[in-house]
Structures are given as structure tokens and as C-alpha cells.
T-cell receptor, first 115, second 113 residues
Framework: DGGITQSPKYLFRKEGQNVTLSCEQN?????MYWYRQDPGQGLRLIYY???????QKGDIAEGYSVSREKKESFPLTVTSAQKNPTAFYLC??????????????FGPGTRLTVL | AQSVAQPEDQVNVAEGNPLTVKCTYS??????LFWYVQYPNRGLQFLLK??????LVKGSYGFEAEFNKSQTSFHLKKPSALVSDSALYFC???????????FGGGTRLMVKP
């Protein structure tokens, strides 16, 4: 899982609560990403950030929010507006320097369950 | 917009036999393609990528992939499967701006002893 850490590994939330998932990388990567994975489905992009203090919505941003105050950190908040938040959440980072076609490196994931 | 299709939800192979996991893609411009593997309750691990050049790309753990432009395919292959190769495999294509990956739905590979 490289130099990307996600915490917690498991998270339980009551309906109506906001929760924040942590993602930290020590790879000095410029770009960071959040994906959601549901059983039987591929990864869907929630948000991504190319540089500090800037981020863009992905395909399924509704009900989620992010911040990028530091290069190494990209926390994801799952708000109460997210109707079906139970899923496996994956954070990734990519070295964007030099314009090469660089792969994304993934963290170990956080499994969120709404009770 | 780009897209990726993995037509098989599951592939079953006997240990020692060759394996193929299929992937087709759609993208405008040059295709930049990736394969990742995921073990249970873990993040994705990068296997290999195609940028340009040789149509046969070699990657980690003995895997390789064959790029076919006319068929818009990027199939993952391994000459001799191991039980430990059993996992979920994802194909992905990068968008033209270089910012995002679009993933296929995944193919579960089961290698039986």
C-alpha cells in the first residue's frame, strides 16, 4: 500500500452524523483522489485534488466534502446528505510532476458502515 | 468521455494453466491504460501500464498485457497461474487531461489447485 495511510480501517456511523476519513501520504505526490467501492462495482471517483487548496468534483460528489490544506493530507467528510454511505473508501495519490503518465498509488481503505 | 469494459465478472483457471482477463476501452486520443489488482479488504496494487511503443507490456508478479489498437483491447495475461493470483483485477484508462482514471467493473480471478 506504499506510503499512503488511511484511518480508521473500520468506521461505524449512525444515520444523520457526519464522519471524516483520513488520508495521508508521504510520497510527495501532487495529486490525491478519493474513490468509493461498492460490492460488484468498480471504483467511482468522488473528489480529486491536483494541488494544495484546490479540488474538483468527481462523478459522485454529492453528499461528500473534502479539503486540501496540506500537500500530504486529503480528508474526506461523509455528510448526512449522503443517502447510502455504507461502502469501502479508497484514497490514492499520483506524482504529477514532469507530465509523465504516472500510476496512482492506493491506500489500504476505510470500510464505513452506517448503523 | 472515456470508458472501460471488463466483460467477465469471474474467470476460473486451474493452477499452472495460462490465464487471460479481458478489457476493452473507449477513449478519444491516445490511450493510456492500467491494470491493478486488489486482495480482500485491501487497496489496489499497480501491476502495469501501457503508454506507447511495444504492444506487449510486462509488469509485476509475472503478469503481462497485450495492447491491441484495432480491437481497442488491453487483455491481462500470465503464462502459468498461481493460487495466490486469486484476486480482483481492475482495468483503467486515463482521461486526456491526465487527471483521472476510469475503472472497469472488475474481474474476479479464481485459480484452483
Amino acid at each position: 500500500d506504499g506510503g499512503i495511510t488511511q484511518s480508521p480501517k473500520y468506521l461505524f456511523r449512525k444515520e444523520g452524523q457526519n464522519v471524516t476519513l483520513s488520508c495521508e501520504q508521504n510520497l510527495n505526490h501532487d495529486a490525491m483522489y478519493w474513490y468509493r467501492q461498492d460490492p460488484g462495482q468498480g471504483l467511482r471517483l468522488i473528489y480529486y485534488s491536483q494541488i494544495v487548496n484546490d479540488f474538483q468534483k468527481g462523478d459522485i460528489a454529492e453528499g461528500y466534502s473534502v479539503s486540501r490544506e496540506k500537500k500530504e493530507s486529503f480528508p474526506l467528510t461523509v455528510t448526512s446528505a449522503q443517502k447510502n454511505p455504507t461502502a469501502f473508501y479508497l484514497c490514492a495519490s499520483r506524482n504529477g510532476v514532469g507530465g509523465g503518465v504516472n500510476e496512482q498509488f492506493f491506500g489500504p481503505g476505510t470500510r464505513l458502515t452506517v448503523l | 468521455a472515456q470508458s472501460v469494459a471488463q466483460p467477465e465478472d469471474q474467470v476460473n483457471v486451474a493452477e499452472g494453466n495460462p490465464l487471460t482477463v479481458k478489457c476493452t476501452y473507449s477513449v478519444s486520443g491516445n490511450p493510456y491504460l492500467f491494470w491493478y489488482v486488489q486482495y480482500p479488504n485491501r487497496g489496489l496494487q499497480f501491476l502495469l501500464k501501457y503508454i506507447t511503443g511495444d504492444n506487449l507490456v510486462k509488469g509485476s508478479y509475472g503478469f503481462e498485457a497485450e495492447f491491441n489498437k484495432s480491437q481497442t483491447s488491453f487483455h491481462l495475461k500470465k503464462p502459468s497461474a498461481l493460487v495466490s493470483d486469486s484476486a480482483l483485477y481492475f482495468c483503467a484508462v486515463r482521461d486526456n487531461a491526465g487527471n483521472m482514471l476510469t475503472f472497469g467493473g472488475g474481474t474476479r480471478l479464481m485459480v484452483k489447485p
